[in-house]
């Protein structure tokens, strides 16, 4: 099953009745119109959730920003970078980072691929911590 986003505005929510009203642009209500005859009439479902924009990648970006931090603390400490970011990461999720649970269920972080910026701010707030606890001074725009 292929996931799809369809964008609208929810203008009015009763948290008693859970109840809401809003709009959704034209074109998806044909592509929900479209979903349903081409289901006919079988079950599917339609998700709501929060929209957050994909972080940032390039050059003076979040991803750009993370990356380059813990390249610095590498330099520094003579840690491995992926097992320094795989660790801060995971010591982001006490900072609100999104995750998945692998088959024992443990928490697991999202890859920074699927990061939105509300999800990386909370990976580069604990990179920036680790730093300081260890007195050591980052720059950005190397």
Same mark, same amino acid.
């Given at each position: ?12 929510? !009763?948290?008693?009745?859970? =109840? ?6 034209? /074109? ?8 349903? *005859? @081409?289901?006919?009439?079988? =079950? +599917? ?16 970006? #979040?991803?750009?920003?993370? !990356?380059?931090?813990? #390249? =610095?603390?590498?330099? /520094?400490?003579? +840690?491995? @970078? *992926?097992? %320094? $970011?795989?660790?801060? $990461? ?6 609100? %980072? ?9 928490? /697991? ?8 910026? /509300?999800?990386? =701010?909370?990976?580069? *707030?604990?990179?920036? #911590? @680790? ?6 001074? %980052?720059?950005?725009?190397?």
């Amino acid at each position: 099953m292929k996931k799809i986003s369809i964008m609208g505005s929810i203008a009015d929510y !009763n948290p008693v009745t859970g =109840q809401f009203a809003g709009t959704i642009a034209t /074109v998806d209500r044909m592509l929900m119109a479209m979903m349903y *005859d @081409f289901v006919d009439g079988k =079950q +599917w479902d339609l998700g709501f959730g929060k929209h957050y924009d994909k972080r940032t990648t390039g050059d003076k970006s #979040q991803s750009h920003k993370a !990356n380059g931090y813990i #390249q =610095q603390l590498c330099g /520094v400490g003579g +840690w491995d @970078f *992926d097992t %320094l $970011k795989y660790y801060l $990461k995971r010591k982001s999720l006490r900072r609100g %980072l999104r995750f998945t649970t692998d088959p024992d269920g443990e928490a /697991v972080p999202i890859s920074e691929t699927e990061m939105s910026t /509300v999800d990386i =701010q909370p990976f580069i *707030d604990e990179i920036e #911590q @680790f730093a300081a606890e260890r007195e050591i001074w %980052l720059y950005e725009g190397f």
